[in-house]
């Protein structure tokens, strides 16, 4: 049901690669009528520019300089979807920086009515810390792995599973020990292990306390 209040809501979807973070928001915006931000886009596009130009992520400047360049019509690349973009996102990722060219992006986003869903890393403890509701998915390694091998062969990608888990392990790292706003849940989210459960127990789950929180206010 679409929502009439006047202040923003705003939902925090964070968590790990290929968690189902992304399925989770795109619905709850659909059924909540809020628009949704996919936001590991920004730093593929980041990271997209900085390959296309022959630059190197690890080099904050290039990065920054790439961040501060995004246009909208960056974000429809299907090149994103790419594995070494990912890879080079997290790696992008790992700048302040980039972080901070990023930041007013995305609270921008989140701050226009009716208010959206952002899915992320970060979105619970840096980007939108006020988030009405925050949700911190997790599952398995091995279950995660194998979610993004039948993503990536779906997509006609051809991808060997050692190395897709392997890909998970080493993001995985890199996003959690990184500095600059690390992924972490925050505090207040409420955590649900996707590892057992199918697309439409995780939206339910996430559905039943969103309307207690609502109803709650
Ligand atoms: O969600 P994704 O796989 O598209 O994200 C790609 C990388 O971008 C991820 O490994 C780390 C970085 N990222 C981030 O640092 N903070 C976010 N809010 C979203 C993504």
């Known amino acids: 049901m679409p929502l009439t209040e006047s202040a923003p ?18 619905r709850l915006a659909a059924h909540y009528g809020l628009r949704h931000l996919d936001t590991g886009l920004l730093y593929r596009a980041t990271a997209l520019r900085v390959l296309r130009a022959g630059g190197d992520p690890e080099v904050e400047t290039e ?5 501060n ?28 920086a980039v972080r901070r060219a990023l930041l007013h992006l995305q609270r921008a986003f ?17 980007v939108c810390p ?30 060997i599973e050692s190395h897709v888990l392997e890909e998970i392990i080493a993001r995985d790292a890199r996003d959690r020990r990184r500095s600059a706003a690390p992924m972490k849940p925050a505090a207040d989210a ?26 709650s206010a």
Do not use: M, W
Request: include cysteine; hydrophobic fraction near 45%; charge should be negative.
């Open 63 to 67: 990065a920054a300089a790439a961040a």
């Open 110 to 126: 989140a701050a226009r009515a009716p208010g959206a869903v952002l899915d992320g890393r970060d979105i619970g403890t840096v």
């Open 190 to 215: 409420c955590r649900i292990d996707t590892s057992a459960l199918g697309p439409n127990d995780v939206f339910e789950q996430a559905v039943a306390i969103v309307d207690a929180r609502l109803s």
């Open 69 to 96: 360049a995004i246009t909208d019509a960056d974000l429809d690349d299907p090149a994103l979807r790419d594995q070494i973009v990912g890879d080079a996102a997290s790696v992008v990722g790992t700048h302040p």
């Open 9 to 26: 809501l705003v939902i925090a979807v964070d968590g790990p690669a290929a968690v189902g973070k992304g399925t989770l928001a795109r």
């Open 130 to 159: 006020d988030a009405r509701v925050k949700f911190y998915l997790e599952a398995t390694t091995e279950v995660r792995a194998a979610r993004r091998l039948c993503e990536l062969r779906s997509r006609g990608a051809e991808s």
